[in-house]
């Protein structure tokens, strides 16, 4: 079955202090894999999609990489606007069921 | 253009009673996706409709759920003799290329059940 495992679960920054978020997935056959945003009462909102082991892409402070296994989505001298839920999720080549961890909840100080 | 708009943006019912939730994707949007999200948690996955036929149901928690997506636009999403642990938000989410890429969100309905 299909799983994806997200780490940590909670992250306090202080502004400018870079770090890295985990992504841990199983799945068969990896269509994609994706990293969205979410504001709290808001919903998840897309940010990257990856395809294949050795893929980066990047957005402003941000910078997500794909490994045979996971994830990391790097933010790079984060501002206290970063602050908000990171989503990792996968589709299986198998259908279009699109799979959701837990999250990452990153806090980022001034 | 308009965003993915859901009503009910809250529902507060008693335990036992009918609910129903719509969705309204993104003109042109022939994927839709209902997720069920539990405070603290990842959306989970409930039902993808590709057009009118819903294409993987796998994530109904039992038979007091179902949705409808009669004409490939607005969806539907019923739910039987609620109870309290149905509380949640419910999240719906539509996509241009047949579900295989970006998912654009609403912002969910919160359902509370008394």
């Known amino acids: 079955e299909d799983q994806v495992t997200q780490s940590p679960e909670a992250l306090r920054l202080q502004e400018g202090e870079s770090s890295s978020l985990n992504c841990s997935y199983t799945v068969s056959g990896l269509r994609g894999l994706f990293w969205y945003r979410q504001d709290p009462g808001k919903g998840p909102e897309f940010l990257f999609t990856l395809y294949s082991a050795g893929e980066e892409k990047e957005k402003e402070r941000l910078k997500a990489t794909l490994t045979k296994k996971e994830s990391f989505l790097h933010i790079t001298a984060p501002k206290p606007e970063d602050s908000a839920t990171y989503l990792c999720a996968v589709q299986n080549t198998g259908g279009f069921k699109t799979i959701f961890g837990a999250g990452t909840r990153l806090f980022v100080k001034a | 253009g308009a965003g993915v708009s859901q009503t009910p943006s809250n529902k507060v019912t008693e335990k036992g009673k009918y609910v129903e939730l719509r969705c309204d994707p993104i003109s042109g949007h022939t994927a839709l996706y209902w997720y069920r999200q539990s405070l603290g948690q990842g959306p989970e996955f409930l039902i993808y409709?590709?057009?009118?036929?819903?294409?993987?149901d796998s994530g109904l928690p039992n038979d007091r759920f179902f949705a409808v997506r009669p004409e490939g636009s607005v969806s539907t999403l019923k739910i039987q003799r609620t109870e309290r642990g149905d509380s949640a938000v419910y999240l719906c989410?539509?996509?241009?290329?047949?579900?295989?890429?970006?998912?654009?969100f609403g912002e969910g309905s919160r359902l509370t059940v008394l």
């Open positions: 409709f590709q057009g009118t036929g819903a294409a993987d």
């Open positions: 989410a539509s996509s241009t290329t047949g579900g295989t890429g970006e998912l654009f």
